[in-house]
Structures are given as C-alpha cells and as structure tokens.
C-alpha cells in the first residue's frame, strides 16, 4: 500500500543529507573567494598580483576535474554501498525496481559529472565554445531540481516541506547560471549564485538535523502547522547567514589584493 | 484543531497594516519625485540646476540609511512591543514556537535592513559594484513574498484573497527590480516600480480596512464571493490611483526644473 | 447559494462579446498593415514615398486619440445602459454590489483609456520617455487578463475553457509588449503582437456564437468533453487564420510601397 | 461515460508514436551535425572548405521546404489513413465530433507547415525578416505543446506522466528558440535547442514501448508508483544520452573541418 516506505528507509539517514551538504558548501565558500577575488583583480588591474585572466582559466580548468572527480566517486558510492542496487536495475526475482533511490542520485551526480568535462573541455582546449560551461551547469541544477519534484510522493507534510524549500535555491540558481550565459561575468549573478550554493549546502545540513536527528534526540511533528512556519523562515535565516559569509570573504578578499599604496 | 486563530489575533490589527503600508507610501511617494527628476535633469543637461549625477548617488546614500533604520526600528519594535516575543523563539514550558508571526516580521524587516546596508557600502564607497543595490533589493521584496506565501494558512476565504492580491505587486516589484540589475537607469522600470510601491502601500492600508475595520463599522461578510469581485476590481483602482499620483508627481517636477527659457 | 448565475445573466450575451472582439479586430488589423509599412519604409529608405519617422510617430499619437476615445465610449456605455449601474456602486436597500460586471469591463476600458493617454502625451509632446506606452498598454492587456481570471467564478465547464484559451492571447501580448519596451520597433514583436490581437477579436466573437448562438441555434453542451477539445484545436485554427491575414496583408503592403523599378 | 476510451483505441498505437519520433530524431541529428559546423566554420574562416554563410542560408531554405513538405504529408496522412476523419469534422448522423485526435494531430502538422513556408519566403526571398523562422518555429512548438496538454484527460496515470515528461522537452525548445529571435546564432541555444529535440524524438520512441510494447511483451502497470520514478529517471538518460550523440558529432565534425596545418 506504501511504497515509498521502505524507499524512505534506504536512503533517508543523515548522512545523506550532510554529504551533498558539505559538497555544495564547500564549493559556495569557496566561490566566495574565487569571484571577489576575480572582480577586484579586473577593476585595479596593475595592482592585483595574485590572479591573471590565465589563471582564472586555469580554475575553472581545475574546478572542472574536481566536479567530475566528486561525481565519479559519488556515482560509484551510490551503486556500490552495502545496500546499494550495484549497478541492478530490476530485481526478476521480486519484480520490481531496485534501489531506485540510489539510482537516481547516481543520475543527479552524472549531470554534475557531463557539467565538469564540459569544463575541463571547453577550458583546457578551444574546441567548445566557452558558454557550454554554464549552460551545462545550469542544466544539471535544473535535473537535480527536476528529480527532486517526483521524489517526494508519499512522504509526511514536514519532509516535503524542508524539500520543497530546497527547490527555490535549486531551481533559482538554474534560472541565474543560465542568465550567465548571456551576461558572462556579471558579478551580480555570480554572487546570486554563490549565496544559493551555500543556502542549498547549509539546508541539505538543516535536513538532516530536522528528519533523522543525530544524537538521540526527539523526532519533530511532521503534522504540526507551526513547525512548517518556523522552517520558512529559518530558510531565509540560512539566506541572510549565507549573504553574511560572502559579505565577510568578500570583504577580506578586497583587503588582501588592495595594491599597497591603498592601505 | 485551528492553530491560526490564536496567530491571527495576536497580530492582525488595523495598525499592523497601516504602518508598512506607510513607509511603502512614503518611499513610493519619494521615488515618484526623485526619479523624474533624475530623467529630466539627465535629458536637459545644462539647464538643471538642482541634480546632478554625484548628488543622486549621494541621496542613494542617504536612502539606504533610512532603509537599515526603519528596517531596524521594524526589527525591534516587532520584538519588545508588550506581546511581542521579547528575542525568545521557542516556548520550552508550553511547548511551541512563541510568537512566530512577530519572527517572521522581523525576518522581512532583517533582509530591507541588509539591502539597505548593502546601499549604504556600494554608494559610500567603491568597494562593491553598484548593481548590487538592486540585486539585493529585488531580493529583499521576494523573501516578504515568499514568507507571505507561507503566512496565510487556515484563514478566511477574503482574508487569503486580499492578501494575494498584494502578491501580485510584491512579485512584480522583485521582477522588476531584477531586471533593474541588467537595465539600470530605464526610467521606465524605475517607474513601474515606483507604482508598485504606491500600489502596495496603498493596498495594505486598504486590508487594514477591510478585515480590521476601524471605528466600529461592520466586518466584511468573508465568504460572499461579490466582495471578493469588488476588491480584486478595487486593487485595480489603486493602481490606476498609483499612476496618478506618478502623473501629477512627474508634471510638478518637470515644470520646476525646466530651465527658464522654456517656461 | 448560486450568486453567479444573475450576474451572467445581465452581461453575457452575443453583442457583449461582439463589440470587444470587434475593436480588437480591428486595431489588429491596422496593424497587420501598419508595421508590415513601417517595417518596408525602413528597409528601403529613399523608395518609399508614404511614410517617414515622423508619420509614423503622427500615427501613434492618431491612435492613442483612438483608443482614449473608445475607452472613453466603452466607460460611459457601461455605466448607462439601460441595465446599467449608472455610477451606483452599492445597493444599500438590498445590500449588494451593484451590477459589479459592468464596473468591471469599465474598469479594463479605464486602463486602455489611460494607455491611450499615455500614448498622446508620449508622441505629442517630448516630456515623457517614448518607452511608457508600450509599458502602459503592456500593462493595460495585463489588467484585462487579471480582471479574467477573477471573472469566471461558478461558471459551467465550457464557458470557462473558451474564456481560458483567451487568457493565453491576452497574456501572451501582454508579455510581448513587455518586451517591447526593451526591443523597440523589433518588427518580430510588432507581428506576434498583430497576430495576438487578431486571435483575441476574433476568440471574442467565437465565445459569442459559442455561448450565446445568434438565430436560435441549439446551445452547446456543457458538460461535454469533446466539445472542450474542439474549440482548443478550433482556437489554433483562428491563430492559424490571424496569420494568414497578416501574411496577405504584409504581401499587399510590400507590393504597394516597393520602388518602382523593382517591379 | 468515459468518451476517451474509443479515442484512444483510435490513435494511440507504436506506429503513432515511433513515426513522429523519427522526424524529430532526424532533424536533432542533422542539427547536431550543422551548427557544429557552422559554428566551426565561423571560427576558422579561412580554413573551411565545406560552408560559407550564404551556403548556410540555402540550407535553411532547404530545411524549410522538407518541413513543409513533411508537414503537408503529415496533415493528408491524418485525414486519409482508413479510419481517420477523410476531411469530416462533424458526424451529423450521430451528433458527435468526428476522429478529434486525427484532426488535432493535422494542426499540430500544419503549423509544423506554416514554419517551414516562413523559412522558405524568409531564406528564399529578402521580403521577410530573417527572424520571423526562429519565431514562427517556436510558435509551432509552443502549438504542439499546448494541444498536449488538453489531450491527455481521462487516460491512466502513467500514460499522463509520460506525455507530461515529454512538455519539458517541449516547452523547453519553446522557450529555447524564442531566444533565439534576440539572440540569434548563438552556438548555445543552438545545442541546447538541438538537445531537447533529439530527446522529443527519442522519448517519443519511448513512450512507444511503454504504452504499446511491441512483439507482445506485457504492458507496464499503469499505477504501479516505481514505475513512475523509473521513468522520469530513464528521461533524464535519454537526455544525458543526447548530449552523447551532440559530443560525437561535434567532435567528428571539428576534426573533419579543422585545417590541414592543425591535425
């Protein structure tokens, strides 16, 4: 009557949440480096000495590796986990699926992976025309987003909510890389970006901590009305903290690469 | 059973509405000043003897100082008002999240304060570009969009339907605002924006009427589907009022600063 | 219980359809000539001997007098029709909205009105910037589509499908002439404008054979499925048929305006 | 009761499905080998031997005339298959539509049709501008679209799910070619839009097999909920799978169009 029951069970844990987390926090901070840094190199251009046009090819050239690198192990975590499908797709003997869970996270991950040797390709050689960085990117943002929608069936009222939430930072950076392909760097996208990356990160954390509570801690009400209310507005929470990160790296950046005379 | 009776009590009153729908009023009213007054001057460049391009950067300024004090002023008064949540966010004795409506009032007073904070920087200084005034804006008005999407849950058929109405300026102003980001300076958005402001301000003095309505006259029938015909005509009505108050606005100040010859 | 059912009475009938459709069709068509000319004249500069800039901005300013004139006409013949409201908004002996249909048609003419001023203002004088009429119409068609959507409540099946496929027309011009105020004269929008206001004229006299059969005609059914599928394809078929006119008429205006030598 | 029976015994068979499928198969593959093409050819102009831009514009008049004619063939094999309509719109003897699926299906063909008249008048002759294909094909989607979504009532559920999945691929080029109007020749949305074509043809071929299996294999179990998930997952490889076939023949084609002094 259930199906999505024993799904749920699979692959609903903390860990599961914490670990894309860390992935996307990992690559919003340091975004929020990378773009300020980029933007004051451009403004005062004799004076930057840390980064030149090259380089902030080079990166993207690196930051490519590292996506595909991550995808590939993600993929292969996903198939080949005690309780993975291990690369069986449908179960003959109990006639169903298997493990579509995993499954779909692994098609989440190969987008993310096509999006890093799009990257590598379109930096490290001049074969590809320099935009289909960014239109992949948003491509595979919008996959997750779009997997995300009918991923949720079945599930109590709090779970598709703290979901739901995540789709307007999924689904709103699709919309602002694909923008970047028209407006290649803008710093405002960039930045709109950057702080949507870190809010996706730090929500993936804020998930776990509300469905699967580490450390013994009661489960919350999944029917209460106002727990709905109070997660909303701890997601914008999650934004202002995520706007005040950027504005701190931001704000070092700038120092370290003012030219001497300034400071 | 109907965890949003109490809510609404606590904060639905005539004066709740009236006071944002002042300050809406009140920078609505300014820009529909300021920025025919930006266009004229530009247009007749030597005869304008009252703007220039530093003094309209300088009055940015000074706006965005206003916006992080109000914002301010919102932000704590929505705390320490007598049944307001005194910075305590949840209830340990009785169990539930205390005063959540007044958290999530200050959260939307918190992102007009960052976007005015963000004003203050990009125009008193040069560290961050300009553009980011309007980005952070633009998002300011879609989280008090977004928060009140998730405000109206369990109440009345009128009551949800005068508030959606103002969604519609609210999404629309965030819209526009954003396309300020890549058209900066198009008297044109300038002034649709100017009229949704009006518009939003007006209107909210408009559903304080309505469902709080003062000196004892009658409440509105909720559930007689012709009010809520008259009121979605009504907000039309304002909006035409808007642009009224633009046209007369936007006369006076071209008249005032048209050179003297031409008089 | 059905408080609907006396209000679709009072307006719905064939001439109430009829008369819109008509003045849609017909500024769809002047422009289905008119831009074709506009857009010939510009290709060929010295060829063309009907029109210059300045006629054409001559034209604007003619048809923003139009439209103000039939806002105007339409405004006063909605008041006083026989079974009109005459300016009565509020029936305080019975304690009802009065005629609210009608307040609501004046109300989408006050909004053509005040773009057809907008219009006079813009191409008469040099005070305003040229852009504000396309945004004012844009804005006009959107209050329209608005006004709609709240129009249909309590109504049968049928009549709210073939009032829906006309949303489509309205908002689609009403985005198109958006992005007019950003690629002004793009002869592209200037057509799908042309060809979404024919379609809507003549979706406006469809709706009234459809709902209102002229000549005692049996009434369709409701309640029928296919019917629904019939006018979705039959509303393509009338796009189909807005195109060939703007194809015949774009040919006839070529013909006519290319220089002589080229015939 | 349940009119939609007969209408889907009537179309729906593999045939219906795999003949649209090839023609938007074929023409993804042929664009996955043109824009490379021409994109490779604008970079090195002197080295490419294969197209020049006025050889481009013959091909897109040539593109035009096998839309029309396919479309045209199409539309007549709609009509006059053994059970389709033969031209008969309205069964007069039974009072009921007459095969509405066939003569939905022609008009989704016939603007299919007036897409490629426009290209071939727009390519052919200098009396349109060049944008009106890109708009009038976008339109011709958007058409398509549109008739799907009022096909689909009163079918089972995974029968909708498919065809909504196809709306993406759909509504996505839409979209996709509208832009193309502003910004024309942009490498990028030429690939994505060449994408989402072949992703229509392959998931076209798709819902063939799930909704018809050939060769009588067991038909799907249309309420099973994993069946869902593994579909909307399966589209997402068909897409990844297009983006293979586009990196093949981009390659192929830049290694076969490079300069001799290059290899």
Known sequence: ARPSLPIRKTMGNFKGHALPGSFFLLFGLWWSVKYPLKYVCRKNKNA????????????????????????LIGMVAEQF?????HLK??????????????????TMYLFYG???LVDIVAHGTNALPVA????????AVFIEGFLFCYHLHGR??????VHQLLLFAIFGAAVCIFLEVFFRGSIILE????????LQGSWFWQIGFVLYPPN?????NQMDHTNIMFLTMCYCWHYAFAFLILAVNYTITSLFTLPGDLL
């Open 48 to 71: 930057c000495y840390l980064g030149s046009r090259a380089g902030f090819q080079r990166l993207e050239f690196v930051e490519g590796i590292i996506k595909a690198v991550f995808a």
């Open 132 to 139: 289909m960085d960014r239109m992949m990117l948003s491509l």
């Open 216 to 220: 013994g801690s009661p489960e919350w």
């Open 89 to 106: 797709l449908y179960n003959y003997e109990e006639k169903h699926w298997d493990h579509l869970m995993n499954w779909q996270h692994a």
């Open 156 to 161: 109590a009222m709090l779970d598709i909510h």
């Open 81 to 85: 986990v005690p309780d993975g499908p």
């Open 114 to 116: 096509i999006s890093g």
């Open 191 to 198: 930045m709109l970006r950057t702080s949507l990356c870190i």
